[in-house]
């Protein structure tokens, strides 16, 4: 057995149920410990979703389903409408009363994760992106950040196979995971992305753990999402008591609301019509009119940034 690693980054590949080394073996990666095996799909993306009988109630397993199920018809939307190469980020966006309308598809997208990584120096960083979606973050930073490496897991095998399709930087990797039970070993990654997926997962206090589990101590963790109020309190003392430090959170509520206005007839154009939008995928985009954009405008539920670092004196 040895240290499965991606090419040029330090982020290591483990057994996402025992965190045990993985040994690789014809097109799978085994784990002697659970005696389990993961294939190596097409491109050498691993897929670490192997099924343990017990590790998932049915109800969880059952959301985890809804998820993927819900990710895989955006995809085979977006083919059907012509839009599917254009269309690398799944998110809010941001605009500011300033900005026109955007001036390309991704424009606000790419806004958002801009305002995510203000302040922050990620020259030379190793980076997790937990629900990496369709890539389009992994690929701005590689493009404009000077990382030295992205890693990008999703729970969803479409937005995987569409990120290695597209993928045309050789730091960038790709993986389909759990962000529960991240098979990333223990204090590799200098940073840990995630935005817009943390309130789909049945135990976000299990992800909380996994990503203080694979920070270097002294790393970030760079946090954006849409959740209720007292989700985000709950959150944010509970990621206090494992031993991060709180130097960020910005309400952007406001600026993300004008984006998903500005946006709204892209969002449209990608599903063809009102008559074959998903109502799962619609409202879960926030477009106008849906509950999820009616509770942000009431105040019931908040956009906020927030960057945590694990501090230095905590280790695995």
Same mark, same amino acid.
């Given at each position: 057995?040895?240290?499965?690693?991606?090419?040029?980054?330090?982020? =290591?590949?483990?057994?996402?149920?025992?965190?045990?080394?993985?040994?690789?073996? %014809?097109?799978?990666?085994?784990?002697?410990?659970?005696?389990?095996?993961?294939?190596?799909?097409?491109?050498? =993306?691993?897929?670490?979703?192997?099924?343990?009988?017990?590790?998932?109630?049915?109800?969880?397993?059952?959301?985890?389903? /809804?998820?993927?199920?819900?990710?895989?018809?955006?995809?085979?939307?977006l083919d059907e409408s012509g839009l599917s190469r254009f269309s690398t980020f799944i998110n809010w966006?941001?605009a500011s009363e300033i900005n026109h309308a955007p001036a390309s598809v991704n424009r606000n997208s790419? @806004?958002?994760?801009?305002?995510?990584?203000?302040?922050?120096?990620?020259?030379?960083?190793?980076?997790?992106?937990?629900?990496?979606? @369709?890539?389009?973050?992994?690929?701005?930073? +590689?493009?404009?950040?000077?990382?030295?490496?992205? =890693?990008?897991? %999703?729970?969803?095998?479409?937005?995987?196979?569409? +990120?290695?399709?597209?993928? @045309?930087?050789?730091?960038?990797?790709?993986?389909?995971?759990?962000?529960?039970?991240?098979?990333?070993?223990?204090?590799?990654? /200098?940073? =840990?992305?995630?935005?817009?997926?943390?309130?789909?997962?049945?135990?976000?206090? &299990?992800?909380?753990?996994?990503?203080?589990?694979?920070?270097?101590?002294?790393?970030?963790?760079?946090?954006?999402?849409?959740?209720?109020?007292?989700?985000?309190?709950?959150?944010?003392?509970?990621?206090?008591?494992?031993?991060?430090?709180?130097?960020?959170?910005?309400?952007?509520?406001?600026?993300?609301?004008?984006? &998903?206005?500005?946006?709204?007839?892209?969002?449209?154009?990608?599903?063809?019509?009102?008559?074959?939008?998903?109502?799962?995928?619609?409202?879960?985009?926030?477009?106008?009119?849906?509950?999820?954009?009616?509770?942000?405008?009431?105040?019931? @539920?908040?956009?906020?940034?927030?960057?945590?670092?694990?501090?230095?004196?905590?280790?695995?």
């Amino acid at each position: 057995m040895h240290m499965i690693r991606w090419p040029v980054t330090g982020i =290591v590949l483990v057994c996402p149920f025992c965190k045990s080394k993985l040994e690789a073996a %014809d097109r799978k990666l085994l784990c002697r410990e659970c005696a389990v095996s993961y294939f190596i799909g097409d491109g050498g =993306v691993p897929c670490m979703l192997a099924e343990l009988q017990g590790q998932d109630s049915r109800m969880t397993a059952a959301l985890k389903k /809804d998820v993927m199920e819900m990710f895989t018809a955006y995809n085979r939307s977006l083919d059907e409408s012509g839009l599917s190469r254009f269309s690398t980020f799944i998110n809010w966006g941001f605009a500011s009363e300033i900005n026109h309308a955007p001036a390309s598809v991704n424009r606000n997208s790419i @806004r958002l994760l801009q305002e995510c990584l203000d302040g922050l120096n990620l020259e030379g960083a190793n980076i997790l992106e937990v629900a990496c979606g @369709r890539g389009g973050s992994v690929r701005e930073l +590689c493009r404009s950040y000077g990382v030295r490496s992205v =890693v990008g897991l %999703d729970l969803t095998e479409a937005n995987i196979a569409f +990120c290695q399709l597209t993928n @045309r930087y050789p730091k960038a990797y790709f993986c389909v995971g759990d962000a529960e039970r991240l098979p990333i070993g223990s204090s590799c990654c /200098d940073i =840990v992305l995630n935005m817009e997926a943390s309130d789909l997962y049945p135990s976000i206090k &299990s992800f909380y753990d996994e990503v203080f589990r694979v920070l270097k101590p002294g790393g970030i963790f760079i946090y954006a999402d849409d959740l209720p109020t007292r989700k985000f309190d709950d959150g944010e003392r509970y990621l206090l008591e494992l031993g991060f430090e709180l130097l960020i959170s910005r309400d952007i509520t406001g600026e993300v609301l004008l984006s &998903s206005d500005q946006v709204q007839m892209n969002r449209l154009a990608a599903f063809g019509s009102k008559n074959q939008v998903d109502t799962t995928i619609w409202h879960t985009m926030g477009v106008p009119g849906t509950l999820l954009y009616d509770e942000m405008k009431s105040g019931e @539920r908040k956009y906020k940034i927030m960057h945590f670092r694990k501090q230095a004196h905590h280790d695995e």
